[in-house]
C-alpha cells in the first residue's frame, strides 16, 4: 500500500513498523506532528508521550531503551541544546535496545529563534546521523537507524528539516516487526557515568565510530548517481531533490543520506570521475569543509548562501546567473499580512494594561504572546530562549536593586507550558536567591502556538487519557512563594489592580492568568470552569462611537475600523466575547449584542 | 511528461488543506509522482497558506520555483498577488481567484489599504483568469464551506484532470452528510469555463 504522508508522519509510521515501543517528545515546529502521530495512529503498540521538555524526553527514552524496547524521541533543532547534556553522555554510555533522536532543523527560520545547523551535535559527539530526503526515506531509514544504534551500542541523530518534515510524498508501507524486549541486566560499568567508566568507553565509542566508516561506504542511503561528469554535486538530504531538480542529467550526484561519519572512498571514488565539484547543503559548510581537509577541490558557500533554503530558484541564480523572479509592481501593490493574537486571545487583555506600565523592564518568552513585542501593545523586550524570561528577569532586577536610586522593576512573562519546560528552574532561582521580580505566567491551558498540545497543567496526556493536572499556585507557593494571585486577563481591571499590587510590593511575586486560548477545543474540565466562554457577541452602537480608535489598540482583529465613516465596527463572525474592546472603549459604545 | 507545478493560496480557515489532499490523492490514485509541500505561519487564526502541489512521472523538489507555476488558485485576493511571482513567467499561466477579502489587521484598523486593481494586475501577467465568488456559489448550493471544492473543481477543468474519479475521492476523504455537497460542488467548479472579466 502507497499513501501520501509528510516527513514527520512518516517517521511515525517507521517507528510502527520497526518494532519501536516507546516515543516522547516536546512540541516543537516542524517536529511536532512525530509525537501527535504516533498519539493518534499507533499509540496501541507505541507508548507516546509529551515530556515537560526535550531533555525529559530524552532521558525518558534513554531509560526505556535500557530497559529493552526501541525508542524515539523528538524534537526541533533548538531543542536538542536542551537535552544535549543526555545526549553527548549517551554517547559514550551506549544503548540496549536501539535510541533515535530525532532533530528538525529550521534552514529558512519558519518559526524559530535561529537557524543552527545540528548536523555539527552529530560531529561534535560522534553520533552516527540519518539525513532523509523525502517521506519515504524518512520511513525507512528508520530500519537501518535502530539496526546501527543496536549493533554500534551508540545512539542514532535523525536530521530532518522544514521541507522534509512538512512535505508529503507517496510511502510504500510495511508491516510491523514485532520484536521481544532486549532483557535489562545490571551493567554499572557500562550505565554509570563515571570518569572511570567513560575513559574507556570514549575509546569504545571512538573505534566504533571508525568501522562505521564500511557501513558509510558501503551503504544503500550513500550513492553515485553518474550523469554528466562535467559536473559533480556532493549533497545530502533534500539539497539533493532541489540540485536534481535543476541540473537533471546535466550532473553527477553523491547523494548522501548517511552523513556521520562520511564515506571518505566513496567521496575519493566520486571526485576521480567528475571534473568540477559543487557542494550543496543548507545552513553551514559542513560537508565542505570536511571535504576540503581531505584535499579535494570542491566549491560551496563561497557561490551559495549560507542563510536560508537552497530550493531550487536559489541554485539557479547562485551556478547559472539566473535571477529569481521580482515584479517591482507586484511588491509596490502588496501589504504585510502580520500574524496577530486571535479574537478572543486571553494574552490580549493583559498585554493591552502591561504596556502602559512605565519604568519595567518586560523580559519575554517563546510562545504566541511573543507577538507582543509588536504593535499595538510593545510589551515585551526581550525573547531569547524556552524559559529564559524568568531567569532573565532574576539577572536584570538583581542588577537593578543594586543600584538604591533605580527604581525599575522587572516583569517576566511566559506561558503555561513554557513554564513546565524550563520556567520552573528558573522560579527557583528566583526563590533562591531573594530576588524580587514579578513573574506572570499566562496559564491557557494548552500550549497553543504548536497548535494545541497537551501538556501538565492541562490534564490531559498526549492520547488524550485523564491525567493529574499540575496547579501552578499550588507549585509556586510550594517553592515559597507567598504573594501569588490567580486572575481573568480578560477583566481588565484585575490586571490593572494586580499590576499595581505587584509593582508595589518590594518583594517577589508570581501573577497566574487563567483563561483558555480562544481555539483551544475545550474538554469538560474546561466547559466546567469556563461555563459560558466565547458564547457571546459585542457590537458597535455606532450612534455612541466617537471614532477615537481606542478599541483598535487592543489589536483585535475583529475591530473593523471604517475609515469613511470614522466608526468602529465588530465583526460577528470574528468576536467570541472577550469584551476586553468594551472595557476599552470610553463612552460605552461597545456593548453585548441582543 | 513534464511535472506540473500547482500552487494553492489563502489563508487558514479557508479549506485549502481538505482541497490539497483531495487534490493529491487524485493524482495518486491517477498513478502519477506526487509532491505537496506546505507553509503556514504559526498557528493563530486566519495565518497565510500556501500549498505547493507538483506531479509528473518523476517528482524530486516539494517546492514550485518562482516563475514557473502552470496555475494559482487563489482563495483570498491579497494572498493571489502576494504569490503571483510563483506564476509561469511566459504569459501561460492560469489563474483561478476567488473574489474573496481576509482583511489583514492593518486594514481593520484603518492603518492600510486593502490592495485594489488585484484582478488587473493577474490579468497583465496571466493567459487566463477566471473569477468567481465561490463563497456565494457555495452558499447556493447550501454550504457556504464547500467553495474550497468549486476552486478544487475548476483546476480539475483547467488543468485537463477530469478523467479522474473525483466523487470517488470525495467519498472516501469527507464525512458522510457532507459528501453530496462536495460532489456538486466539484461538479460545479467543473462546469466554470473562464469569462474573463475584471
Known amino acids: 500500500m502507497k499513501q501520501l504522508l509528510t516527513g514527520d508522519e512518516a517517521i511515525a509510521r517507521g517507528a510502527y513498523e520497526v518494532g519501536v515501543r516507546f516515543a516522547s517528545a516536546y512540541p516543537g515546529t516542524p517536529s511536532t506532528e512525530i509525537l501527535e502521530t504516533i498519539a493518534e495512529e499507533y499509540s496501541g503498540d507505541i507508548h507516546a508521550e509529551w515530556a515537560p521538555n526535550e531533555k525529559v524526553a530524552l532521558e525518558a527514552v534513554i531509560g526505556a531503551g535500557m530497559a529493552g524496547a526501541r525508542s524515539l524521541a523528538a524534537m526541533k533543532h533548538v531543542g536538542l541544546n536542551v537535552a544535549a547534556d543526555p545526549f553527548f553522555s549517551l554517547a559514550y554510555v551506549g544503548v540496549n535496545a536501539g535510541v533515535v533522536i530525532v532533530t528538525a532543523d529550521e534552514p529558512g527560520q519558519f518559526s524559530s529563534q535561529n537557524e543552527q545547523d545540528n548536523r555539527n551535535y552529530a560531529r561534535a559527539s560522534m553520533v552516527p546521523m540519518f539525513e532523509p530526503a523525502d517521506s519515504q526515506e524518512s520511513k525507512d531509514m528508520l530500519a537501518d537507524a535502530f539496526r546501527i544504534s543496536e549493533d554500534y551500542d551508540v545512539p542514532v541523530l535523525y536530521r530532518m528539516t522544514t521541507r522534509v518534515c512538512h512535505s508529503k510524498g507517496l510511502v510504500e508501507f510495511a508491516e510491523r516487526q514485532n520484536l521481544a524486549l532486549r532483557p535489562y541486566t545490571r551493567q554499572i560499568k557500562k550505565y554509570v557515568a563515571t570518569p572511570a567508566n567513560t575513559r574507556p568507553a570514549k575509546v569504545k565509542l571512538q573505534a566504533n565510530y571508525a568501522r562505521l566508516k564500511e557501513y558509510s561506504n558501503t551503504c544503500q542511503w550513500n550513492r553515485i548517481e553518474m550523469g554528466s561528469p562535467a559536473i559533480g554535486i556532493i549533497t545530502s538530504g533534500d539539497c539533493y531533490l532541489y540540485a536534481r531538480e535543476v541540473f537533471g542529467e546535466d550532473a553527477s550526484y553523491l547523494k548522501l543520506g548517511f552523513t556521520n561519519p562520511l564515506p571518505d572512498d566513496l567521496i575519493r571514488q566520486f571526485a576521480g570521475q567528475v571534473q568540477k565539484i559543487y557542494i550543496i547543503e543548507e545552513n553551514d559548510p559542513w560537508l565542505e569543509l570536511y571535504i576540503k581537509a581531505m584535499g579535494i577541490p570542491c566549491t560551496g558557500k563561497e557561490l551559495f548562501p549560507r542563510n536560508g533554503e537552497m530550493i531550487p530558484e536559489v541554485l539557479r541564480q547562485a551556478i547559472y546567473g539566473t535571477p529569481i523572479p521580482q515584479d517591482p509592481e507586484l511588491a509596490e501593490a502588496l501589504i504585510n499580512r502580520p500574524p496577530t493574537l486571535c479574537a478572543g486571545c486571553p494574552h490580549r487583555g493583559f498585554f493591552y494594561e502591561l504596556g502602559r506600565r512605565k519604568n519595567i523592564m518586560i523580559s519575554g518568552d517563546i510562545g504566541c504572546y511573543t507577538l507582543a513585542s509588536g504593535a499595538p501593545y510593545n510589551a515585551m523586550e526581550s525573547t531569547l530562549c524556552m524559559g529564559a524570561s524568568v531567569s532573565i528577569g532574576h539577572g536584570a532586577q538583581q542588577v537593578f536593586d543594586s543600584d538604591p536610586d533605580n527604581k525599575m522593576r522587572v516583569v517576566s512573562v511566559l506561558g503555561d507550558s513554557t513554564f513546565f519546560h524550563t520556567g520552573i528552574n528558573s522560579l527557583i532561582g528566583v526563590a533562591y536567591n531573594r530576588s524580587k521580580p514579578i513573574t506572570v505566567v499566562l496559564d491557557n491551558r494548552i500550549t497553543g502556538m504548536t497548535g494545541q498540545q497537551e501538556n501538565p497543567g492541562s490534564g490531559l496526556t498526549a492520547t488524550g487519557d485523564v491525567t493529574q493536572a499540575i496547579s501552578i499556585p499550588d507549585l509556586v507557593k510550594a517553592l515559597g512563594f507567598e504573594h501569588v494571585r490567580v486572575i481573568d486577563p480578560n477583566n481588565l481591571k484585575q490586571v490593572k489592580e494586580t499590576l499595581d499590587w505587584a509593582i508595589a510590593l518590594d518583594e517577589a511575586s508570581v501573577i497566574i492568568t487563567r483563561w483558555p486560548c480562544a481555539l483551544k477545543k475545550r474538554n469538560a474540565f474546561d466547559e466546567a470552569e469556563f461555563a459560558g466562554a466565547f458564547t457571546q457577541r459585542y457590537t458597535v452602537n455606532q450612534e455612541v462611537c466617537i471614532g477615537c480608535k481606542k478599541c483598535t489598540k487592543t489589536g483585535c482583529p475583529a475591530i473593523v475600523f471604517q475609515t469613511a465613516i470614522k466608526k468602529s465596527s465588530i465583526d460577528p463572525e470574528k468576536c467570541v466575547g472577550c469584551s476586553v474592546c468594551a472595557q476599552v472603549c470610553p463612552v460605552q459604545a461597545i456593548v453585548l449584542e441582543a | ?198
Open chain 2, 1 to 198: 511528461m513534464q511535472t506540473k507545478n500547482i500552487l494553492l493560496t489563502g489563508v487558514g480557515g479557508q479549506g485549502t488543506i481538505l482541497a490539497s489532499k483531495l487534490l493529491t490523492e487524485g493524482l495518486m490514485q491517477e498513478g502519477y509522482d506526487v509532491k505537496m509541500s506546505e507553509v503556514h505561519g504559526m498557528s493563530q487564526r486566519e495565518g497565510p497558506v500556501l500549498t505547493h502541489v507538483r506531479y509528473g512521472s518523476k517528482v524530486y523538489s516539494p517546492v514550485v520555483e518562482k516563475g514557473r507555476a502552470d496555475i494559482i488558485i487563489g482563495f483570498e485576493e491579497l494572498e493571489a498577488l502576494r504569490n503571483l511571482d510563483y506564476l509561469r513567467g511566459d504569459g501561460q499561466g492560469i489563474v483561478v481567484l476567488n473574489r474573496a477579502r481576509v482583511n489583514p489587521i492593518g486594514v481593520q484598523n484603518g492603518s492600510d489599504f486593502y490592495p485594489d486593481k488585484i484582478e488587473a494586475l493577474i490579468q497583465a501577467r496571466a493567459g487566463k483568469l477566471l473569477a468567481l465568488d465561490a463563497s456565494e456559489l457555495a452558499r447556493h448550493l447550501g454550504n457556504v464551506r464547500v467553495m474550497n471544492i468549486i476552486l478544487l473543481g475548476a483546476l480539475v477543468r483547467q488543468m485537463g484532470l477530469e478523467a479522474i474519479d473525483w466523487p470517488a475521492i470525495i467519498a472516501a476523504n469527507v464525512k458522510e452528510r457532507f459528501i453530496e455537497v462536495n460532489q456538486k460542488a466539484l461538479a460545479l467548479g467543473m462546469a466554470l469555463e473562464a469569462p474573463v472579466q475584471a
